[in-house]
């Protein structure tokens, strides 16, 4: 196995109810991650805001 090409530093912090917001090393603006749409209708919650679930990035990035 070879020597890793990345290592990701991320550090996630709970902002208030579903909202997170995630500091990514190298970056100088955070990511935010909530519900949204379906996602806050199948909860049943009503964030004050809504953000993209960790899904969507899952999704998108399985897409690149």
Partial sequence: MGEPVHVSRVRIVREKGPT?????????????????????????????????ATLDHIVAATAA
Avoid: K, L, Q, S
Avoid at 28 to 46: L, S, W
């Fill in 20 to 52: 997170r917001r995630a500091v990514i090393e190298g970056f100088d603006e955070p990511v935010y991650y909530g519900v949204h749409g379906g996602i806050r209708n199948f909860y049943r919650i009503d964030p004050d805001r809504e953000h993209a």
